[in-house]
């Protein structure tokens, strides 16, 4: 009970704040953010409760259980966090958790950056509702502003709750849990505050890393990487629109010729992907989805960005041993660093990989 008191106390201590240093738009977010966190917290249920229930799902009880073998790995074998994140199951009346709101420019990369006491500068807005996510949408879209709402399966708090194990994160198979768990652990291990792709990529490496030996600790073979190859195909083709992008939006060009050229930029990027979908993919279609969204800058920030220092991590993993406790204490020198130097080494650890 303390400590649901002083969690409880924490976050209208964050509301409060976020009255006294922003308006009124920010206050109504700080609100339904913390309303949304609670409903979250309140719904869970332990997971052992669940597995002892004799009239709970066969199905859903086989699911949590894997998730529980798979959070006691984290911490034994991964040097995760061992605290209760992730021993607590909440069903949520929606298909996601939290749907993450992206705007750009018209004619610029850059997210508009949004700015929290805990978690620094992101490149995007969560909402617990979608339907505000796109009311939200919609405001920036009237500003003539690209824009681009994706649903996210789980968070992290990096610490401040226990996370618990989501219904979102249970629409996909075993290895997606658990490598879903142990990314989200790998942000409260350590996170620095407004480097997104540092936090991300580090969190993806261990999500990788741990999945190859959480399969091997059960006797299992490696995982399939062949969605991982398709996702990096296709990182790899979005990343090179982006540059090109870029380059457009940099140049000389009026507004039109912008407007022409980006449009044909992207029906060229949507050609691409048929291309690797039908030729290279034996017709694989799990991105249609995305494609068949309008396309904008806004949807191209999450690519390359979750990813991007990956390779950086593992040959830093590779370089320590593969001890995890040398590999964490190495990552923490470097995010220490200051960002150019941070930012410097990690292209010098990606280009040894």
Avoid at 21 to 45: K, L, N, P
Avoid at 168 to 197: N, P
Avoid at 294 to 314: C, H, I, M, R, T
Wanted: hydrophobic residues 40%.
């Amino acid at each position: 009970m303390r400590a649901r008191a002083a969690r409880t106390l924490r976050s209208c201590l964050l509301l409060a704040l976020a009255g006294l240093f922003a308006g009124c738009s920010t206050v109504e977010y700080a609100h339904q953010a913390w309303q949304g966190q609670r409903a979250v917290i309140r719904d869970s249920v332990p997971i052992r409760a669940i597995l002892e229930d004799p009239a709970a799902d066969p199905h859903l009880q086989s699911r949590l259980a894997t998730a529980l073998e798979a959070r006691r790995f984290a911490s034994n074998a991964l040097a995760l966090p061992d605290n209760p994140s992730y021993t607590r199951y909440t069903a949520l009346p929606r298909t996601y958790v939290v749907w993450n709101v992206f705007v750009t420019p018209e004619f610029s990369l850059d997210p508009m950056e949004h700015c929290y006491l805990i978690a620094g500068c992101v490149a995007y807005k969560g909402y617990f509702e979608e339907a505000r996510a796109h009311q939200e949408a919609a405001v920036w879209r009237d500003q003539g502003m690209d824009v681009f709402v994706g649903g996210v399966p789980a968070y992290s708090t990096l610490g401040w709750y226990d996370d618990p194990v989501l219904s979102s994160m249970m629409h996909w198979d075993d290895d997606y849990v658990a490598k879903l768990i142990f990314h989200e652990l790998a942000h409260q291990r350590f996170y620095i505050k407004d480097d997104t792709a540092f936090n991300e990529s580090f969190a993806n490496f261990l999500g990788q890393q741990g999945l190859r030996q959480w399969r091997a600790s059960r006797g299992l073979s490696p995982p399939d990487m062949a969605l991982d190859r398709r996702q990096q195909q296709l990182i790899e083709v979005v990343l090179a629109t982006r540059g090109e992008l870029a380059t457009l939006y940099a140049s000389d060009l009026s507004e039109a010729e912008k407007r022409i050229a980006k449009a044909e930029r992207f029906a060229q990027l949507r050609a691409d992907y048929q291309r690797l979908r039908d030729e290279q993919w034996n017709g694989y279609a799990g991105f249609d989805q995305w494609f068949g969204d309008s396309l904008n800058n806004a949807a191209l920030l999450p690519f390359g960005l979750y990813d991007q220092w990956v390779p950086a991590f593992e040959r830093l993993f590779q370089q320590v041993g593969e001890d995890w406790s040398a590999f964490y204490a190495a990552v923490e020198r470097l995010g220490h660093l200051a960002e150019p130097d941070r930012t410097q080494r990690l292209i010098q650890l990606a280009g040894e990989s």
